[in-house]
């Protein structure tokens, strides 16, 4: 089972920028990060393929960029313009070449106005 450990977040002002990073233990397919806000559905925020190839929610399109580190292993959250509906546990997701999907530990993102 691969681990993922998710860092990056933090307390921002409206319009400001965080970068959230997961590392992966070990080589994984696609990776995705999804966010969860208090009395809401987990939603997917952005997937990106091992070669490279993004995904995002209309929500964050132009304003948050995804991308990876083949070599470490590692998935990048490159968030901007950040809104107070940005405000959320942002979790890493990550397709193994075998078994199940996995998933980080989440890392809080709030966004003040």
């Known amino acids: 089972q691969v681990q993922l450990v998710e860092s990056g977040g933090g307390l921002v002002q409206a319009g400001g920028s965080l970068t959230l990073s997961c590392a992966a233990s070990?080589?994984?397919?696609?990776m995705r990060w999804y966010r969860q806000a208090p009395g809401k559905q987990r939603e997917l925020v952005a997937s990106?393929?091992?070669?490279?190839?993004?995904n995002y929610a209309d929500s964050v399109k132009g304003r948050f960029t995804i991308s990876r580190d083949n070599v470490k292993n590692t998935v990048y959250l490159q968030m901007s313009s950040l809104k107070p509906e940005d405000t959320a546990v942002y979790y890493c997701?990550?397709?193994?070449?075998?078994?199940?999907?996995?998933w980080g530990q989440g890392t809080q993102v709030t966004v003040s106005s």
């Open positions: 070990g080589s994984i397919n696609t």
């Open positions: 990106i393929t091992r070669g490279a190839n993004t």
């Open positions: 997701n990550a397709d193994q070449w075998l078994g199940p999907q996995a």
